[in-house]
């Protein structure tokens, strides 16, 4: 593939995956869907269509909608430790998809399979070890996310995370975690990455299928309003404070892991997964990330109180995935109207260094 960029937004990046801008919109559970994903695509970033909340049948649609929608390159975003990953991969291939990211590092069988189809293959990663271990699998490249990004995350700063693993891997390197204007991309790019990748800032977008009312609460969120909690499933899990966030820290466990079973269920029902297959995820993810399995259990909470709030709009009984620039975002722009913002904003920021033309 050969990027569409030039002058200074022209990185591996775009030449890497064909997109236009050094921005990828994330695979956001529940949000990254074919509308937001299509609109970021047409918009010269980078779209992520998430897909552990989908079920093989539903994915396959999915991506032909987006394929409809849009002909710029995109990406499907894949939980690794899948029992069904495998078929999941196969869909991208037969699908013709360009770009797969994984929310934790893939197997490196998993790499080869892609990467044999000529698809491009971009793991996320929260530490610099696991970026050099997927950049020696195959990779082509990797994002790391640092602790002010949304959703599961670490206890590293970007700006410490970052440089670390630029200086590790010899891949492009794309950050993440407290982007979401012109000045985080040039600042990205100063630091040696060939990109950002953006979530809560294109989840608040007008492209967005998260119902409005919970737009709002994002948008009249301060910094101090969003939090990093382990009761949602176990892992630290960066959030909106709420008043089910507060209720679910002062719950006992036995209600937790009850509320964790009927939600097990639910999800089962949602991805179409088994019960076979659920007990196989958690046991990858029991041995990956060394959790007791009441641990994995309550990981169960996490797709369903997400939906409750993202896709139902009822920010009552659900929790509400943020990273901290939630907090400095006060507008709902269109994919296209934020990507020229951000690239214009780069330009300005540019200029304005000492030494600047």
Not at 172 to 183: E, N, T
Not at 209 to 235: E, F, W
Not at 272 to 280: F, H, I, P, T
Request: aromatic share 4%.
């Amino acid at each position: 593939m050969s990027g569409e960029g030039s002058g200074p937004f022209a990185t591996p990046l775009t030449e890497l995956t064909g997109v236009r801008y050094p921005i990828v919109q994330t695979g956001m559970g529940w949000v990254a869907g074919p509308r937001l994903v299509s609109a970021s695509a047409n918009a010269g970033a980078l779209g992520v269509l998430a897909s552990a909340t989908m079920s093989v049948e539903r994915l396959r649609s999915a991506v032909r909608e987006v394929k409809s929608r849009t002909d710029a390159p995109f990406g499907v975003n894949l939980r690794a430790d899948a029992a069904d990953a495998g078929e999941r991969v196969r869909v991208i291939v037969e699908e013709g998809v360009p770009v797969a990211s994984f929310a934790l590092a893939p197997s490196k069988d998993l790499i080869a399979r892609l990467k044999d189809a000529g698809v491009v293959v971009i793991p996320s990663v929260g530490a610099r070890r696991h970026a050099e271990k997927v950049a020696a699998w195959g990779a082509d490249a990797v994002m790391v996310q640092g602790g002010e990004g949304g959703g599961h995350t670490g206890d590293v700063a970007t700006t410490v995370l970052l440089p670390q693993v630029v200086d590790a891997v010899g891949i492009p390197v794309i950050a993440a975690g407290g982007f979401h204007d012109g000045r985080g991309l040039v600042a990205a790019l100063a630091y040696g990455a060939a990109g950002i990748g953006m979530g809560t800032r294109f989840l608040l977008t007008s492209d967005s299928t998260v119902p409005d009312a919970v737009k709002a609460r994002y948008l009249a969120a301060g910094v101090k309003d969003v939090t990093v909690t382990t009761r949602v499933d176990g892992l630290p899990h960066r959030m909106l404070r709420t008043e089910m966030v507060d209720s679910l820290e002062h719950s006992g466990r036995a209600a937790a892991l009850l509320r964790s079973v009927r939600h097990a269920a639910a999800f089962r029902e949602e991805s179409g997964a088994s019960w076979l297959q659920l007990v196989r995820d958690g046991l990858a993810m029991k041995h990956g990330k060394e959790l007791t399995w009441s641990q994995v259990l309550l990981a169960a909470n996490t797709p369903m109180l997400l939906k409750a709030s993202l896709v139902e709009g009822r920010t009552d009984i659900g929790v509400m995935a943020s990273g901290q620039v939630a907090g400095l975002i006060d507008d709902l722009p269109s994919c296209a109207e934020l990507v020229d913002r951000v690239l214009e904003e780069a330009r300005t920021a540019l200029k304005s260094l000492p030494g600047a033309d």
